[in-house]
């Protein structure tokens, strides 16, 4: 076995708390549960450690658990296989997950591992995760957790965690774990390498018994836990949109700390190392008793439901409120509008053929991406000041930047962190280092020209707009899954794509390899009632539930069905001609012009396969560069910007907004050619 050279020779010292302390521990052995808990005067100080710990109490302890059963779990891992697949252990396996909050590699709950829900050749490959969840959830273990936490009984019976795998572009965005009756949550550290990977210049790493994979974390590797202060100071509340503390992935670790909802904020880094690193832990959560058990005490629902509601108006994110028009809806382009828009749009979408042509794929379909948008002079002063400040402000592709990255100059973070996270240009700003974006932000999208350029596109009446201009770092930033309300009204969605990396030809490689950074925009159907609408689950994954819940019991907030990037799918094609290739439209019996470099095949893909699945999204658009891209939003409609990798190659920029839009009424005895000359 070859081993990098600084996994040799490493000095041994036991992992402390969240103090700098590294006394070597008073155990008491339990060899048979493989646990090594420590006693006497140990227990005070990691005690003490809990007790001084920020932004909210936690413990970080290593050496609880004996190294043999550690190691013996990794490599049963490498046994696991994906889930399904031919070579996998029957019911068992792992399966990656993708939502707008993580994206990750997780096995089937604990819980399954017994002979009611495993078959028998399965679990005499899992020994050693058996013994683990047993050591876990024992009275022994239990009694140390609650003993350094003061969190008082915890269920042994109710077991509720699995096994994650983060490779590199894994991530697990901010969230607090308030679901159900959890009290504590956990995370056991078993990072691993191949003996064959680069050793690390920062930590030292070690090999393990059998020499099959090297032990440890090189902190620049990212993954690390990040901790989030409530934002107010206050005991519960929003989170700041900055952690404050991170801590450190490190083998055998375990760190824990008590649910509290509205102040347990974390996240996990993304992991940025490949080279066959694994950050793979054990996590879960400890919960209350149930009946039968010491300590059980009846739920109070009453109490439960009215902290959540107050919790809930605690935490709702503030929005900015919608500019309203101060002038009636307009009934067409007239030369002055076409005038305005001149120096900002290219010139074939100022076209009445052009118009038409949207206008019948927009009405269709409720949704369009018109390529090209922006005048060819404009779009290329646009390209070269947003890669400009990204050479000025980026950090090197791979590591994961600085929290106040490209602050200042008008831009400032947008929280809270619990929703999203990105940087937005203040409109009132004198100071912009981007003035191109400012000026298509405070000239173009407000202007009563670009109003009736959208009435004509959409055949609907623009009455008020909330707009802004946004900038997602790599490494940092994304919004988390949100919509109206299923009473409220449909919303008009205009955002121009304005990432300088993203300029690739539509349909082509280089498109599809954009969407592995992430950064795409996703639409999805309104969650059904009851269910939490940052949770996504398929139907097939609900009706599973309900009709096999016993059978395999997933952890809830990773229950989800995956929500899958974009990619280019042969088009669906309106009707064309045959004497012609490429999209058309017709229009009472007629095929109208158009540019062909406005338009690619895939903007006229509006019966993909991602939107008649079950759990699929209704609508996904990859990050682009002077794209435009429109959409009605019905009630309900979720939607979000996955987070930015911070493997791509710059940040993703985009400036537009919302619209509140009415019908347009049409005066009575008007013929189709005499509305669509009124439009025009």
Same mark, same amino acid.
């Given at each position: 076995?070859?081993?990098?050279?600084?996994?040799?020779?490493?000095?041994?010292?036991?992992?402390?708390?969240?103090?700098?302390?590294?006394?070597?521990?008073?155990?008491?052995?339990?060899?048979?549960?493989?646990?090594?808990?420590?006693?006497?005067?140990?227990?005070?100080?990691?005690?003490?450690?809990?007790?001084?710990?920020?932004?909210?109490?936690?413990?970080?302890?290593?050496?609880?658990?004996?190294?043999?059963?550690?190691?013996?779990?990794?490599?049963?891992?490498?046994?696991?296989?994906?889930?399904?697949?031919?070579?996998?252990?029957?019911?068992?396996?792992?399966?990656?997950?993708?939502?707008?909050?993580?994206?990750?590699?997780?096995?089937?709950?604990?819980?399954?591992?017994?002979?009611?829900?495993?078959?028998?050749?399965?679990?005499?490959?899992?020994?050693?995760?058996?013994?683990?969840?047993?050591?876990?959830?024992?009275?022994?273990?239990?009694?140390? &957790?609650?003993?350094?936490?003061?969190?008082?009984?915890?269920?042994?019976?109710?077991?509720?965690?699995?096994?994650?795998?983060?490779?590199?572009?894994?991530?697990?965005?901010?969230?607090?774990?308030?679901?159900?009756?959890?009290?504590?949550?956990?995370?056991?550290?078993?990072?691993?390498?191949?003996?064959?990977?680069?050793?690390?210049?920062? &930590?030292?790493?070690?090999?393990?018994?059998?020499?099959?994979?090297?032990? !440890?974390?090189?902190?620049?590797?990212?993954?690390?836990?990040?901790?989030?202060?409530?934002?107010?100071?206050?005991?519960?509340?929003?989170?700041?949109?900055?952690?404050?503390?991170?801590?450190?992935?490190?083998?055998?670790?375990?760190?824990?700390?008590?649910?509290?909802?509205?102040?347990?904020?974390?996240?996990?880094?993304?992991?940025?190392?490949?080279?066959?690193?694994?950050?793979?832990? &054990?996590? !879960?959560?400890?919960?209350?008793?149930?009946?039968?058990?010491?300590?059980?005490?009846?739920?109070?629902?009453?109490?439960?439901?009215?902290?959540?509601?107050?919790?809930?108006?605690?935490?709702?994110?503030?929005?900015?409120?919608?500019?309203?028009?101060?002038?009636?809806?307009?009934?067409?382009?007239?030369?002055?509008?076409?005038?305005?828009?001149?120096?900002?749009?290219?010139?074939?979408?100022?076209?009445?053929?052009?118009?038409?042509?949207?206008?019948?794929?927009?009405?269709?379909?409720?949704?369009?991406?018109l390529h090209n948008f922006l005048h060819p002079d404009l779009a290329a002063q646009l390209k070269a000041e947003v890669s400009a400040q990204d050479s000025a402000d980026l950090t090197p592709a791979g590591l994961i930047p600085p929290q106040g990255m490209g602050e200042g100059s008008g831009w400032t973070i947008q929280g809270p962190a619990s929703k999203q996270r990105y940087l937005s240009l203040d409109p009132s700003s004198s100071t912009s280092s981007t003035p191109i974006l400012a000026r298509l932000q405070k000239e173009l999208?407000?202007?009563?020209?670009?109003?009736?350029?959208?009435?004509? &596109?959409?055949? $609907?009446? /623009?009455?008020?707009?909330?707009?802004?201009?946004?900038?997602?770092?790599?490494?940092?930033?994304?919004?988390?899954?949100?919509?109206?309300?299923?009473?409220?009204?449909?919303?008009?969605?205009?955002?121009?794509?304005?990432?300088?990396?993203?300029?690739?030809?539509?349909?082509?490689?280089?498109?599809?390899?954009?969407?592995?950074?992430?950064?795409?925009?996703?639409?999805?159907?309104?969650?059904?009632?009851?269910?939490?609408?940052?949770?996504?689950?398929?139907?097939?994954?609900?009706?599973?539930?309900?009709?096999?819940?016993?059978?395999?019991?997933?952890?809830?907030? $990773?229950?989800?069905?995956?929500?899958?990037?974009?990619?280019?799918?042969?088009?669906?094609? /309106?009707?064309?001609?045959?004497?012609?290739?490429?999209?058309?439209?017709?229009?009472?019996?007629?095929?109208?012009?158009?540019?062909?470099?406005?338009?690619?095949?895939?903007?006229?893909?509006?019966?993909?396969?991602?939107?008649?699945?079950?759990?699929? /999204?209704?609508?996904?658009?990859?990050?682009?560069?002077?794209? $435009?891209?429109?959409?009605?939003?019905?009630?309900?409609?979720?939607?979000?910007?996955?987070?930015?990798?911070?493997?791509?190659?710059?940040?993703?920029?985009?400036?537009?907004?919302?619209?509140?839009?009415?019908?347009?009424?049409?005066?009575?005895?008007?013929?189709?050619?005499?509305?669509?000359?009124?439009?025009?």
């Amino acid at each position: 076995m070859t081993v990098p050279a600084s996994a040799k020779n490493r000095r041994t010292s036991d992992s402390a708390g969240p103090s700098s302390k590294k006394a070597r521990l008073e155990t008491s052995s339990s060899g048979g549960a493989g646990l090594t808990l420590p006693s006497g005067s140990q227990r005070a100080s990691y005690r003490e450690a809990y007790d001084t710990s920020s932004p909210y109490k936690y413990a970080a302890i290593g050496g609880l658990i004996s190294e043999d059963l550690l190691e013996s779990v990794v490599e049963e891992s490498r046994t696991y296989g994906i889930r399904g697949e031919p070579d996998s252990l029957p019911g068992w396996g792992w399966e990656e997950k993708q939502t707008d909050i993580y994206s990750i590699q997780q096995t089937p709950d604990l819980s399954s591992l017994h002979p009611d829900h495993l078959p028998d050749t399965t679990l005499e490959q899992l020994p050693a995760l058996t013994k683990l969840k047993d050591a876990l959830y024992s009275e022994e273990f239990r009694g140390f &957790v609650r003993e350094i936490t003061g969190c008082g009984p915890l269920s042994g019976q109710k077991t509720d965690g699995s096994v994650g795998l983060y490779t590199k572009g894994s991530h697990l965005l901010l969230h607090d774990d308030s679901i159900s009756t959890r009290l504590v949550s956990y995370i056991l550290y078993l990072p691993n390498s191949s003996p064959t990977a680069p050793g690390s210049s920062h &930590v030292p790493l070690e090999p393990s018994k059998s020499g099959a994979f090297v032990k !440890g974390w090189d902190p620049v590797w990212g993954g690390a836990l990040e901790l989030f202060p409530v934002e107010s100071g206050e005991d519960v509340g929003l989170p700041g949109v900055k952690s404050v503390k991170r801590v450190d992935v490190k083998w055998g670790q375990i760190v824990f700390f008590e649910v509290q909802p509205g102040r347990s904020y974390h996240a996990v880094e993304e992991v940025v190392i490949g080279d066959g690193r694994q950050r793979l832990g &054990v996590s !879960g959560w400890f919960h209350r008793p149930i009946e039968g058990e010491e300590g059980y005490k009846p739920l109070d629902t009453t109490k439960a439901a009215q902290d959540l509601s107050s919790l809930a108006q605690i935490a709702s994110a503030p929005t900015n409120p919608f500019t309203p028009y101060d002038t009636e809806p307009p009934v067409g382009l007239r030369p002055s509008d076409i005038a305005t828009l001149a120096p900002f749009l290219a010139p074939s979408y100022l076209t009445t053929s052009t118009l038409e042509k949207l206008n019948g794929q927009f009405v269709a379909a409720s949704e369009i991406v018109l390529h090209n948008f922006l005048h060819p002079d404009l779009a290329a002063q646009l390209k070269a000041e947003v890669s400009a400040q990204d050479s000025a402000d980026l950090t090197p592709a791979g590591l994961i930047p600085p929290q106040g990255m490209g602050e200042g100059s008008g831009w400032t973070i947008q929280g809270p962190a619990s929703k999203q996270r990105y940087l937005s240009l203040d409109p009132s700003s004198s100071t912009s280092s981007t003035p191109i974006l400012a000026r298509l932000q405070k000239e173009l999208f407000p202007s009563s020209a670009f109003r009736a350029w959208l009435a004509v &596109v959409s055949d $609907l009446a /623009p009455m008020s707009r909330r707009l802004e201009c946004r900038r997602f770092r790599r490494g940092l930033d994304y919004t988390l899954a949100a919509g109206e309300e299923r009473s409220g009204e449909a919303k008009l969605d205009v955002w121009l794509g304005a990432t300088w990396w993203a300029d690739v030809k539509p349909g082509s490689d280089e498109e599809e390899q954009l969407l592995d950074d992430g950064g795409w925009e996703c639409y999805l159907g309104s969650p059904e009632e009851g269910e939490d609408p940052a949770v996504f689950q398929s139907k097939h994954a609900r009706k599973a539930e309900g009709d096999d819940a016993e059978a395999d019991p997933v952890e809830p907030e $990773l229950a989800a069905s995956s929500v899958k990037p974009p990619t280019t799918a042969a088009p669906t094609a /309106p009707e064309k001609s045959e004497a012609k290739s490429g999209p058309s439209i017709s229009m009472n019996g007629q095929e109208l012009e158009f540019d062909p470099d406005q338009f690619s095949p895939s903007d006229f893909d509006t019966d993909s396969d991602a939107a008649d699945s079950d759990d699929g /999204p209704l609508l996904t658009h990859p990050v682009g560069f002077n794209k $435009l891209m429109i959409v009605l939003r019905d009630p309900g409609v979720m939607r979000f910007t996955k987070y930015l990798s911070a493997a791509a190659r710059g940040s993703r920029w985009d400036v537009g907004g919302e619209w509140e839009v009415g019908a347009i009424e049409e005066e009575d005895g008007d013929d189709e050619d005499g509305d669509a000359e009124e439009r025009q």
